[in-house]
């Protein structure tokens, strides 16, 4: 059974940085695309950033710039893919979901939450003054 697991987020200053990761234990598909969303209180689920498996990527507008998404894969077939956030801000406080599924591309757009198949089991993110 695919599983992916989250690292623990955390409670960061404004302003300040964090980097989350998520390993996937054994990704069966020949290509992937994975996925961070997040879903602040209140709010819908948003896609934040995806990268493909030829590391393609696509960032939602209020992160670009500031997020970066990256993978590292392993002969093994385990993949982990990161998160890095910069220059936090009050709006990035959200609960951060990973994803993955079949491959599609990104380039144009982060594919919908329907396309995944596999979803981490959430991670927290504060942003504090």
């Known amino acids: 059974e695919v599983q992916l697991v989250e690292s623990e987020g955390g409670s960061v200053q404004i302003g300040g940085s964090l980097n989350v990761s998520c390993i996937i234990s054994e990704l069966r598909y020949p290509g992937y695309t994975l996925a961070w969303y997040r879903r602040a209180p209140g709010k819908e689920r948003e896609g934040v950033a995806a990268i493909d498996k030829d590391g393609h990527t696509n960032y939602a507008p209020s992160v670009k710039g500031r997020f970066t998404i990256s993978q590292d894969r392993q002969d093994s077939g385990k993949i982990t893919f990161y998160l890095l956030m910069r220059n936090l801000q009050f709006e990035d406080t959200a609960m951060y979901y990973c994803?993955?599924?079949?491959?599609?591309?990104?380039?144009?757009?982060?594919?919908?939450?329907?396309?995944?198949?596999?979803w981490g089991q959430g991670t927290q993110v504060t942003v504090s003054s």
């Open positions: 994803a993955a599924g079949p491959y599609i591309p990104v380039t144009k757009v982060i594919p919908p939450p329907s396309w995944y198949n596999y």
